[in-house]
């Protein structure tokens, strides 16, 4: 898989005028996000996500380090002609109508009509804006709205990477869903999406992959899937004997026993293999042997709070 983010030792530093010392807000980064994954970067407030997502844009410079941005060096005309970006904290004419938005920023990017039209009512369409509020004025958009043409103006221009800085916060569970589903299809278009986010629930149900960074630092990455995988297994089997359950209990103490139902919350994996086949020596129907998972918010915890970062 190519990449459409490759970043080698990133690093921003700024000089705190008032106490008169260095802030070191991105710390020698290091990070590869492949072309047409949906990508989560996560950290706390003040983390360093915004300025990592600012430097990849190249609205602001590095200290130090380099990335590359679709193949081409950071700031590339070529490159900027595919990207686009939604704040965390979108603005925009007030007095404007939602297709006006649209068709100012598809002028911005020189998109002729008749497809600039095209475009402009595809991206609509692919956020679920009401067409009754098309022609109605911003003023009166609601936040999920709001959210709604900040994605259809990051779409207008067909990009290949899109930074979505939390663009589900603040939004009603109805429209926080709905933009995550706008979020997948999207995905599901072969679009790279580079999602910065404290939902943790959406990054685990959306994202291929993770980055984990506190004070500047990466401190973890890797797919969903290793990440939360636990270190235990849980094991559930039917028609076991109290004989049976016996010989179990004496690999698995913890084994539980209700009427004919056995049930293992935690089992060591180096015992599994032994437990399973008592299982079915036993006469008795294995039912299932799951990896205990753990939920992201309890990974991101851990990872941050072993840094220090209470």
Known sequence: MAAAVSIQGLTKKYLDVWNKAEITAVDNLNLEVGEGEIFGFLGRNGAGKTTTIKMLLGL??????????LGKPVGDTEAKAQISYLPEEAYFYESMTGWDCMDFYGRLFRIPEPQRSKRIQKALEDVYLDPKAWRRPLRGYSKGMRQRIGIAQALINDPKLLFLDEPTSGLDPIAHRELRDIIVNVGKQGKTVFLSSHQLPDVELVCSRVAIIHQGKLLASGTIQDLTTGD?????????????????????????????????????????????????????????????KRMLEDVFVDVVMNEGGA
């Open 232 to 292: 235990t297994v849980e094991i559930s089997a039917d028609k076991v004997s109290e004989s049976l359950a016996g010989k179990i209990r004496g690999v698995v103490p913890a084994a539980e026993l209700v009427g004919q139902r056995l049930h293992i919350s935690a089992a060591d994996p180096s015992k599994v293999n032994d437990v399973v086949d008592l299982i079915r020596g036993g006469g008795a129907t294995l039912l299932s042997v799951k990896p205990h």
């Open 60 to 69: 602001i410079f590095p200290t130090s380090g380099s990335a590359t941005v």
